[in-house]
C-alpha cells in the first residue's frame, strides 16, 4: 500500500503548475499566485513533498503567514498530508516565540509586557506635548506610528520623510507627529511595555547584534514559506533576511494584482524585484482560476489588462455561469434596495443567505443596505465593524437628538436639527481629507445627516420626536439575529473570503477610487481593491452605482472610471445620463448662486445648495461657531438650540449691526435676540465675549465643560439602560 505522504500520491493531486510548485523543493523560488488558483493547496503539498522524500525534516521548515486563520488552516492541511511537525505562523507570532525565549537568557531580565493597545500612550504623549485629541484621533495617530514602526521611519526622521510618502494625519503637522512618535516611545519605555511592531524591531535587533542567537534560530530553520509576500513591509522583510541568514532556501508567494495595504506599509517590490534580491531564482505561475465562472473572471481579466497593475492573466476552470451585472439607479437607497431584492430573488432558487456578500469601499455605506436587508427580514453579518446604530459616534448623537427631542428643544427643522447635533461632535460639511478613524466617524455622522433628509422629504411636517422613534425603530429592527446572514462587508476586509454571490456596490468617482487617492499610484491600488472585490465571486457577480446620494436628490455622480470598458452605457441601462435632473426636482426652489434644485431645509433657509462656495465671511462664521459652542456648553443644550448652523450663515452673510438687523434673519426671532443679540453683535464687532471664543482665535478649541461631559455620559449610560429595558 502506497504511503498516503508519498511524493507520488501527493503530486496526483494537482494540476500541471502546482506540481512544478510543488516540485521546486530548493530555493529561491516565487510564484505568482492568482485569486482562487489554489496558492495554500500547491505550498502545502510542495512542504509535504519535500518531507516524504526526505529533503525537509518537518520541525526545521517555518512556513509564514499574515493571519492566524491563515496559519490555521494551513496547519491543518498539513497534517493531513503527513507534516504536521512543520511550524505555521503569522511574523508576529514567530517572532514573539523567539523573543520570549532568548530575551531573559541575553538581557537577564524579563522581556517588556505586550500591550493590547497603543491608545492610552499616545494619549500620554499628547497631553505632554499638550495637544489636544479625541479617541478617532489617538486611533489615526497610533496607526501612523505603526506605519512608520513598520516602514523603518525613525521619530526624528518622520517629518522629512511624511510629505514624500503621502502620509498625512488630520489637523496634524509632520513634525507634530513626529513629536507624538518619540514621546509614545519614551512612555512605553517608562512603563516596560512594548507595542506589536517591537517585536519584531526587537528580535530582529537580537539576530543582528547577538551572533549565537542568530546562530540557534538558523539551525533550528532552514527552509521558509512565506505565503501573501506582496503585503510584506520593510521590517518583515529585513527579519527574513536574518533568518535567512545568506540562504536561498526560500519560496515566496503572492499576486501583485492583490497589493491593497500599502497605505499600511506594504510593499510589494520585494516580490515583484524578488529575482534581483535572490539571484538564480525560479519564478512559477499560477493562473486557473477554480473559484469563478469564466464571466466573472473575464471581467477581473479585463480590469487589470493594460494598467500598471498587472498580475496573472487568470485562466477560468468553472462551467460558464451568468454574465455579470452591472446596474445603475437613482439614488442609494434604490440601490440598497434593488440589492436586497436581488438576494431574496437568489436565495429562492437555493443560493443560502450565507453564500452572499454585499460589498463596499467604507464602513459607513453599510447603513443602507442593513435598513434594506431589515426591511425584508433579510439576516446579516457585519464584517469588521460594528453595526451602524452601534457605532459610537452614531449613538452619541442619536442620544443627543433624543434628549433635545424629549425636552422640546427641537429648532423646527429636523435636518437642520441633525446636522448641528453632529456638527457639535465634530461634523463638517466638508470631508475631511485624511484617511483613517477621524475621515470613518464623518463618514458615519454623515450617513445620518443624509438618512434624516431623505426621512423628512418622505415626511413633511414630522417633528423631531418623530425622528428619534424612526431611528430607535430603525436600530431595533437591525438587531435581528444573524445567523447564517448575508456578510456585509468593505473590500479590505472581504480579502482571503470567497462567496456564490456577490455584489459590488456604489461604484462612483470619489468612493471608487476613494477622494483622497490623489497620486496615480494610490489610483491604481483603488483599482486592485476593486479587483479583490470581484474575484470573490464564484457565480453571481453584481457591480451597481448610485447617481445620487439621497432619494430624489440631483443625479450628478459619475460611475467609477474603472467600470469604462466594463459596464453598459447609460441608454443601456434605461436610465438618464449623470447629471440630468430628476423630475422631483423640477420646479423646486433653486440656489441663488448657480441655478441648481434645494432640497432640504437648510438649503432653501439659506436660498442656497451645500456644493456652492460661501458667501459669507467663512472665518467669521467659524468665530461665530466657536462662540455658540462656548455658549452651548455654558448652558448645558445642544449647540443647534442657540443658532443652527445656516442661521450662522445668514449672520456673516448680511453682518447685522443693530438687533433690528437681526431680527430681519430667518430663524431669529424676539426670544433669541433677547438671549443671544449682544453676544453675536460683539462676535460681529471684533469683541471677544468669553472664554470659548478666545481660545478659538487662539487655535485651540474648546471642549465642553467637566459637567457637560458628566451630563453627556449619564444620556449614554440612560440610553443603554432603556435600550436593554425594551430589548427584554
Same mark, same amino acid.
Not at 509535504?48 to 518537518?58: L, R
Not at 497603543?118 to 506605519?147: F, H, N, P
Not at 439614488?331 to 438576494?343: K, N
Not at 427641537?410 to 447635533?421: E, I, L, N
Given at each position: 500500500?502506497?504511503?498516503?505522504?508519498?511524493?507520488?500520491?501527493?503530486?496526483? /493531486?494537482?494540476?500541471?503548475?502546482?506540481?512544478?510548485?510543488?516540485?521546486?523543493?530548493?530555493?529561491?523560488?516565487?510564484?505568482?499566485?492568482?485569486?482562487?488558483?489554489?496558492?495554500?493547496? /500547491?505550498?502545502?503539498?510542495?512542504?509535504?513533498?519535500?518531507?516524504?522524500?526526505?529533503?525537509?525534516?518537518?520541525?526545521?521548515?517555518? =512556513?509564514?503567514?499574515?493571519?492566524?486563520?491563515?496559519?490555521?488552516?494551513?496547519? +491543518?492541511?498539513?497534517?493531513?498530508?503527513?507534516?504536521?511537525?512543520?511550524?505555521?505562523?503569522?511574523?508576529? %507570532?514567530?517572532?514573539?516565540?523567539?523573543?520570549?525565549?532568548?530575551?531573559?537568557?541575553?538581557?537577564?531580565?524579563?522581556?517588556?509586557?505586550?500591550?493590547?493597545?497603543?491608545?492610552?500612550?499616545?494619549?500620554?504623549?499628547?497631553?505632554?506635548?499638550?495637544?489636544?485629541?479625541?479617541?478617532?484621533?489617538?486611533?489615526?495617530? =497610533?496607526?501612523? #506610528?505603526?506605519?512608520?514602526?513598520?516602514?523603518?521611519?525613525?521619530?526624528?526622521?518622520?517629518?522629512?520623510?511624511?510629505?514624500?510618502?503621502?502620509?498625512?494625519?488630520?489637523?496634524?503637522?509632520?513634525?507634530?507627529?513626529?513629536?507624538?512618535?518619540?514621546?509614545?516611545?519614551?512612555?512605553?519605555?517608562?512603563?516596560?511595555?512594548?507595542?506589536?511592531?517591537?517585536?519584531?524591531?526587537?528580535?530582529?535587533?537580537?539576530?543582528?547584534?547577538?551572533?549565537?542567537?542568530?546562530?540557534?534560530?538558523?539551525?533550528?530553520?532552514?527552509?521558509?514559506?512565506?505565503?501573501?509576500?506582496?503585503?510584506?513591509?520593510?521590517?518583515?522583510?529585513?527579519?527574513?533576511?536574518?533568518?535567512?541568514?545568506?540562504?536561498?532556501?526560500?519560496?515566496?508567494?503572492?499576486?501583485?494584482?492583490?497589493?491593497?495595504?500599502?497605505?499600511?506599509?506594504?510593499?510589494?517590490?520585494? $516580490?515583484?524585484?524578488?529575482?534581483?534580491?535572490?539571484?538564480?531564482?525560479?519564478?512559477?505561475?499560477?493562473?486557473?482560476?477554480?473559484?469563478?465562472?469564466?464571466?466573472?473572471?473575464?471581467?477581473?481579466?479585463?480590469?487589470?489588462?493594460?494598467?500598471?497593475?498587472?498580475?496573472?492573466?487568470?485562466?477560468?476552470?468553472?462551467?460558464?455561469?451568468?454574465?455579470?451585472?452591472?446596474?445603475?439607479?437613482?439614488?442609494?437607497?434604490?440601490?440598497?434596495?434593488?440589492?436586497?431584492?436581488?438576494?431574496?430573488?437568489?436565495?429562492?432558487?437555493?443560493?443560502?443567505?450565507?453564500?452572499?456578500?454585499?460589498?463596499?469601499? #467604507?464602513?459607513?455605506?453599510?447603513?443602507?443596505?442593513?435598513?434594506?436587508?431589515?426591511?425584508? +427580514? &433579510?439576516?446579516?453579518?457585519?464584517?469588521?465593524?460594528?453595526?451602524?446604530?452601534?457605532?459610537?459616534?452614531?449613538?452619541?448623537?442619536?442620544?443627543?437628538?433624543?434628549?433635545?427631542?424629549?425636552?422640546?428643544?427641537?429648532?423646527?427643522?429636523?435636518?437642520?436639527?441633525?446636522?448641528?447635533?453632529?456638527?457639535?461632535?465634530?461634523?463638517?460639511?466638508?470631508?475631511?481629507?485624511?484617511?483613517?478613524?477621524?475621515?470613518?466617524?464623518?463618514?458615519?455622522?454623515?450617513? $445620518?445627516?443624509?438618512?434624516?433628509?431623505?426621512?423628512?422629504?418622505?415626511?413633511?411636517?414630522?417633528?423631531?420626536?418623530?425622528?428619534?422613534?424612526?431611528?430607535?425603530?430603525?436600530?431595533?429592527?437591525?438587531?435581528?439575529?444573524?445567523?447564517?446572514?448575508?456578510?456585509?462587508?468593505?473590500?479590505?476586509?472581504?480579502?482571503?473570503?470567497?462567496?456564490?454571490?456577490?455584489?459590488?456596490?456604489?461604484?462612483?468617482?470619489?468612493?471608487?477610487?476613494?477622494?483622497?487617492?490623489?497620486?496615480?499610484?494610490?489610483?491604481?491600488?483603488?483599482?486592485?481593491?476593486?479587483?479583490?472585490?470581484?474575484?470573490?465571486?464564484?457565480?453571481?457577480?453584481?457591480?451597481?452605482?448610485?447617481?445620487?446620494?439621497?432619494?430624489?436628490?440631483?443625479?450628478?455622480?459619475? *460611475?467609477?472610471?474603472?467600470?469604462?470598458?466594463?459596464?453598459? %452605457?447609460?441608454?443601456?441601462?434605461?436610465?438618464?445620463?449623470?447629471?440630468?435632473?430628476?423630475?422631483?426636482?423640477?420646479?423646486?426652489?433653486?440656489?441663488?448662486?448657480?441655478?441648481?434644485?434645494?432640497?432640504?431645509?437648510?438649503?432653501?433657509?439659506?436660498?442656497?445648495?451645500?456644493?456652492?462656495?460661501?458667501?459669507?465671511?467663512?472665518?467669521?462664521?467659524?468665530?461665530?461657531?466657536?462662540?455658540?459652542?462656548?455658549?452651548?456648553?455654558?448652558?448645558?443644550?445642544?449647540?443647534?438650540?442657540?443658532?443652527?448652523? /445656516?442661521?450662522?450663515?445668514?449672520?456673516?452673510?448680511?453682518?447685522?449691526?443693530?438687533?433690528?438687523?437681526?431680527?430681519? &434673519?430667518?430663524? &431669529?426671532?424676539?426670544?433669541?435676540?433677547?438671549?443671544?443679540?449682544?453676544?453675536?453683535?460683539?462676535?460681529?464687532?471684533?469683541?471677544?465675549?468669553?472664554?470659548?471664543?478666545?481660545?478659538?482665535?487662539?487655535?485651540? *478649541?474648546?471642549?465642553? %465643560?467637566?459637567?457637560?461631559?458628566?451630563?453627556?455620559?449619564?444620556?449614554?449610560?440612560?440610553?443603554?439602560?432603556?435600550?436593554?429595558?425594551? %430589548?427584554?
Amino acid at each position: 500500500m502506497i504511503s498516503p505522504i508519498s511524493g507520488a500520491t501527493l503530486l496526483d /493531486a494537482l494540476d500541471p503548475e502546482q506540481r512544478l510548485v510543488a516540485e521546486a523543493l530548493r530555493g529561491p523560488v516565487r510564484v505568482l499566485a492568482g485569486a482562487g488558483t489554489g496558492k495554500t493547496r /500547491a505550498i502545502t503539498h510542495r512542504i509535504a513533498h519535500g518531507v516524504a522524500t526526505g529533503v525537509y525534516a518537518p520541525t526545521e521548515v517555518l =512556513a509564514v503567514t499574515f493571519t492566524t486563520r491563515a496559519a490555521g488552516e494551513m496547519r +491543518g492541511r498539513l497534517r493531513m498530508l503527513g507534516a504536521s511537525g512543520v511550524q505555521a505562523r503569522t511574523f508576529h %507570532s514567530a517572532a514573539l516565540r523567539q523573543l520570549r525565549y532568548f530575551w531573559p537568557r541575553t538581557h537577564g531580565a524579563d522581556l517588556p509586557t505586550l500591550t493590547e493597545s497603543k491608545l492610552g500612550m499616545v494619549a500620554g504623549a499628547a497631553r505632554r506635548l499638550r495637544v489636544e485629541t479625541d479617541q478617532a484621533l489617538l486611533r489615526d495617530v =497610533a496607526s501612523e #506610528i505603526e506605519w512608520a514602526k513598520v516602514s523603518n521611519v525613525a521619530p526624528d526622521g518622520y517629518a522629512a520623510v511624511a510629505p514624500g510618502r503621502g502620509r498625512s494625519v488630520n489637523n496634524l503637522d509632520p513634525e507634530t507627529i513626529g513629536r507624538l512618535f518619540e514621546l509614545y516611545e519614551q512612555v512605553k519605555r517608562d512603563q516596560g511595555r512594548m507595542d506589536m511592531e517591537d517585536v519584531l524591531l526587537l528580535t530582529a535587533g537580537l539576530l543582528d547584534s547577538d551572533e549565537r542567537v542568530a546562530a540557534q534560530v538558523r539551525s533550528q530553520y532552514k527552509w521558509f514559506v512565506v505565503d501573501e509576500f506582496q503585503d510584506v513591509s520593510p521590517l518583515q522583510a529585513a527579519l527574513l533576511d536574518l533568518w535567512l541568514g545568506g540562504r536561498q532556501e526560500l519560496c515566496v508567494v503572492g499576486d501583485p494584482a492583490q497589493t491593497i495595504y500599502s497605505f499600511a506599509g506594504a510593499n510589494a517590490r520585494y $516580490l515583484r524585484d524578488f529575482a534581483m534580491h535572490h539571484p538564480g531564482a525560479v519564478s512559477l505561475e499560477l493562473n486557473r482560476n477554480y473559484r469563478s465562472t469564466p464571466e466573472v473572471v473575464a471581467a477581473a481579466n479585463t480590469l487589470l489588462a493594460r494598467t500598471s497593475s498587472q498580475g496573472v492573466d487568470l485562466r477560468a476552470q468553472r462551467p460558464s455561469g451568468t454574465p455579470v451585472a452591472y446596474s445603475a439607479h437613482p439614488d442609494e437607497p434604490a440601490e440598497a434596495a434593488a440589492v436586497a431584492t436581488r438576494i431574496s430573488e437568489l436565495q429562492a432558487v437555493g443560493v443560502p443567505f450565507g453564500e452572499m456578500a454585499v460589498l463596499f469601499r #467604507i464602513n459607513a455605506q453599510s447603513q443602507a443596505f442593513e435598513e434594506a436587508l431589515a426591511a425584508r +427580514g &433579510i439576516p446579516y453579518v457585519i464584517r469588521g465593524a460594528a453595526r451602524f446604530f452601534e457605532r459610537p459616534e452614531v449613538r452619541q448623537a442619536v442620544t443627543l437628538l433624543r434628549g433635545a427631542a424629549r425636552s422640546g428643544q427641537s429648532s423646527g427643522d429636523v435636518a437642520a436639527d441633525v446636522r448641528d447635533t453632529v456638527s457639535g461632535l465634530g461634523w463638517a460639511p466638508t470631508a475631511p481629507t485624511a484617511r483613517g478613524q477621524t475621515r470613518d466617524r464623518w463618514e458615519s455622522w454623515q450617513a $445620518l445627516v443624509d438618512q434624516s433628509v431623505d426621512w423628512v422629504q418622505a415626511n413633511p411636517g414630522a417633528d423631531l420626536n418623530a425622528l428619534v422613534d424612526e431611528l430607535d425603530r430603525r436600530a431595533s429592527e437591525q438587531h435581528a439575529p444573524v445567523a447564517g446572514g448575508v456578510t456585509l462587508a468593505t473590500l479590505h476586509a472581504a480579502k482571503g473570503l470567497e462567496w456564490d454571490a456577490v455584489f459590488v456596490c456604489g461604484l462612483v468617482e470619489g468612493t471608487l477610487p476613494i477622494v483622497y487617492a490623489e497620486s496615480a499610484a494610490a489610483v491604481e491600488e483603488e483599482r486592485r481593491l476593486l479587483y479583490v472585490g470581484m474575484t470573490r465571486a464564484r457565480v453571481h457577480l453584481s457591480l451597481s452605482w448610485a447617481l445620487a446620494r439621497n432619494a430624489g436628490g440631483r443625479q450628478s455622480r459619475r *460611475p467609477s472610471r474603472f467600470l469604462d470598458g466594463l459596464r453598459p %452605457s447609460d441608454a443601456q441601462l434605461g436610465l438618464p445620463s449623470a447629471g440630468r435632473r430628476s423630475k422631483k426636482t423640477r420646479g423646486a426652489i433653486t440656489c441663488r448662486e448657480c441655478g441648481k434644485a434645494l432640497s432640504t431645509g437648510a438649503e432653501k433657509k439659506t436660498g442656497r445648495c451645500s456644493e456652492c462656495p460661501a458667501s459669507y465671511d467663512e472665518e467669521l462664521f467659524e468665530r461665530l461657531r466657536a462662540w455658540r459652542i462656548g455658549r452651548a456648553t455654558d448652558d448645558k443644550v445642544p449647540a443647534f438650540v442657540v443658532f443652527t448652523d /445656516a442661521t450662522l450663515q445668514l449672520i456673516a452673510e448680511h453682518l447685522p449691526t443693530t438687533e433690528q438687523a437681526l431680527l430681519k &434673519i430667518n430663524g &431669529i426671532g424676539r426670544s433669541k435676540v433677547d438671549k443671544y443679540g449682544a453676544a453675536v453683535l460683539a462676535v460681529l464687532a471684533g469683541e471677544v465675549p468669553d472664554r470659548a471664543l478666545e481660545e478659538a482665535v487662539e487655535g485651540t *478649541p474648546a471642549g465642553p %465643560s467637566e459637567g457637560v461631559e458628566e451630563s453627556l455620559e449619564e444620556l449614554l449610560e440612560r440610553s443603554v439602560r432603556e435600550s436593554s429595558r425594551n %430589548s427584554h
